[in-house]
């Protein structure tokens, strides 16, 4: 298993530089990942960069949701849906129940609203017929039981409410897992190394050149096919094959606020703004997460913030549904854009088809774009399926099956775990309740390796700040085992700390020191 955390970046750097792989993925967002895990599944030399940290720009930046996508519905996708709503079972069943629970929605109906009840009604019932009503039939509810879920939720004009279900993840999580996932299968990965060229072998694209960010090795990587799937840098990347390559994507950024909860919520809330747009409103790591916005971006990619405009449009459509008390601007501990990745063409980013972009360039390398979380196995398979049947067969005849449902690491019941680690009969190890249901929910039975730290160090049982459940045996663990190799890795993806709003600064010098980056 080649990892690269610590020193072990040079060997990485070393194993990529002297062995020739038959695959080469730049990008370790969503589709970078899930490719990089189905090819080395089915036996692929695989090899994965990022220039920045794995799911460190769009694909940490979700709803957090593994859904089947109940606005489908109003545009009559119903095959879309039930293919969703196939792969949501499937992560929350076989691949990875440890990290995707399941979660209540409402959908509140007022007056003078978008849809109405009978409307709705019927939709959500449908909705949960496509996932064989594995989560319950979805009904109508009064707003004395809609209140009962959601605490906050304003009444006035409140008619009725919806009620379906759908499931949620903390993605950065699933992102390091799905990493873990295939290093154990055989991939080299490495973060915070950067395409600088590609290189080529009588005009095909046969490697790239890099440049690690953190020390400035250069080095290269060779590769029977590269395929690059950087997300909203894909045809910066496409205009390295080939100058004159015309755009193949379209970029919408969408926006959301973390806050914190001032009571528990019971459900979600999906808010209909219109006939088209929902705002969400959802309990997660136990805060309020609000969002989204959906307005074409055309400037940096790496540039992308929350602007005062999304905050305020965010919280204005929250409004709709929410009371004014759980709004308050005070309240907000973090606010994070992200780029979602859209087929190139006319009309308005809203409008547009959340599809899979695939295009090969005159040199050969292989482009992708677009994807989503709850399918991003499916379409793994689907990418690595193209792979194998490219004209003239790069890949040859090397492509094994791959299984159906492997899991991802640390499968187990997060309730078995969690109860097993504060109720453990060494004083040493034993874990505040809360403490335990956060690693059991974020780990699965690897939370079990953290305990074994702290039984050896019990200082790394202590919380990295009081407000959070977060311990710093975490901090350790990313950095030995999860790629963590800079700050924000840590406090933003690999811990809780920055969506919580705790990574002041003594924690941030001290994490720097833990890392050796101080």
Do not use: C
Not at 273 to 283: E, G, H, L, N, T
């Amino acid at each position: 298993m080649t990892t690269a955390t610590g020193t072990d970046r040079a060997q990485a750097r070393q194993d990529l530089s002297t062995t020739t792989y038959d695959l080469l993925v730049i990008g370790g967002g969503i589709l970078g990942t899930s490719v990089t895990w189905m090819a080395a599944q089915a036996g692929l030399r695989v090899a994965m960069v990022d220039a920045g940290d794995f799911a460190g720009a769009t694909s940490s930046a979700s709803s957090k949701l593994v859904h089947g996508g109940l606005r489908y519905l109003q545009t009559g996708n119903v095959k879309l849906v039930a293919e969703n709503h196939r792969e949501r079972r499937a992560l929350a069943a076989d691949i990875a129940p440890h990290l995707v629970k399941p979660l209540t929605f409402l959908v509140p109906i007022y007056k003078g609203g978008p849809h109405g009840a009978a409307k709705l009604g019927a939709g959500v019932f449908l909705y949960s017929a496509l996932s064989v009503f594995g989560d319950g039939m979805g009904k109508v509810i009064t707003p004395h039981q809609a209140l009962a879920k959601v605490p906050a939720l304003r009444t006035e004009g409140l008619r009725a409410a919806a009620v379906y279900g759908d499931h949620q993840m903390n993605d950065s999580r699933v992102a390091v897992m799905t990493v873990r996932a295939a290093v154990d299968a055989g991939a080299t990965v490495l973060n915070h190394a950067e395409v600088i060229g590609l290189r080529r072998t009588s005009g095909t694209v046969t490697g790239a050149e890099l440049r690690d960010r953190l020390d400035g090795t250069e080095f290269g990587v060779n590769a029977r096919l590269v395929l690059n799937a950087t997300g909203p840098w894909v045809d910066h990347l496409r205009r390295m094959e080939d100058p004159e390559a015309a755009p193949s994507i379209r970029l919408s950024k969408g926006a959301h606020l973390v806050l914190r909860r001032h009571e528990p919520w019971k459900a979600a809330l999906t808010t209909p703004i219109d006939k088209y747009r929902v705002s969400f409103a959802i309990p997660w790591e136990d805060h309020l997460l609000l969002g989204t916005t959906d307005e074409a971006y055309e400037g940096d990619p790496g540039a992308v913030r929350p602007t005062e405009a999304d905050i305020a449009q965010i919280l204005d459509e929250a409004g709709h549904s929410v009371r004014d008390g759980q709004l308050r601007r005070e309240d907000i501990t973090y606010a994070f854009a992200g780029l979602r990745v859209l087929p190139g063409g006319p009309g308005q980013v809203t409008a547009a088809k959340r599809e899979t972009v695939l295009t090969r360039g005159t040199g050969g390398m292989l482009s992708v774009a677009g994807g989503k979380w709850t399918t991003y196995r499916h379409i793994g398979k689907y990418v690595l399926d193209i792979l194998a049947h490219l004209p003239g067969r790069p890949l040859g005849d090397d492509l094994a099956d791959i299984l159906p449902a492997v899991p991802l690491p640390g499968l187990a019941s997060p309730d078995a775990v969690a109860l097993r680690l504060w109720t453990d009969r060494d004083p040493g190890t034993r874990m505040d309740p809360l403490v335990a249901r956060h690693l059991a929910t974020h780990y699965g039975s690897i939370a079990f390796e953290l305990a074994r730290l702290i039984r050896d160090d019990p200082a790394l049982g202590e919380r990295i700040h009081p407000g959070g459940p977060d311990i710093w045996a975490q901090a350790v663990y990313a950095r030995d085992h999860e790629w963590a190799a800079t700050v924000d890795d840590v406090v933003r993806r690999r811990t809780t700390l920055t969506v919580r709003g705790l990574d002041t600064e003594e924690i941030r010098t001290r994490i720097a020191t833990l890392l050796g980056t101080a």
